[in-house]
């Protein structure tokens, strides 16, 4: 698994909260058609974004990069922000499956 981390320090919590809606939409709209496996966007109180988009794929990664940057520009061109972005490979995962709690729910 491949990890694209995205770190936009937003200069207030109402920007970021615009920004990760703005954020949702977009990529969440992109999930089938850039095979991602994986998207995770979260807000810190003082207005910190930090977007990772997982993927299979190394190649996958490369063109989601390249076919979306102006996704993250229009960010950074919309809002006072600093951005920042690294690729990481999960070392330590762990996320409980919700699909045994809906299971024992529908068997009962």
């Known amino acids: 698994m491949y990890t694209k981390i995205y770190h936009i ?29 994986a998207l995770n966007i979260l807000l810190c109180k003082e207005g910190s974004l930090y977007i990772t988009v997982n993927f299979d794929d190394a190649n996958d990664m490369k063109k989601f990069q390249k076919d979306h940057a102006e996704l993250f520009d229009t960010l950074r061109t919309s809002f006072t922000c600093k951005t920042s972005d690294f690729q990481a490979v999960p070392v330590f995962r762990y996320e409980r499956e919700a699909t045994n709690a809906v299971m024992e729910v529908l068997g009962s």
């Open 9 to 37: 320090k937003m200069a207030s919590l109402t920007e970021g909260k615009i920004a990760a809606s703005y954020a949702a939409e977009e990529i969440g709209g992109l999930i089938a058609k850039s095979n991602i496996s």
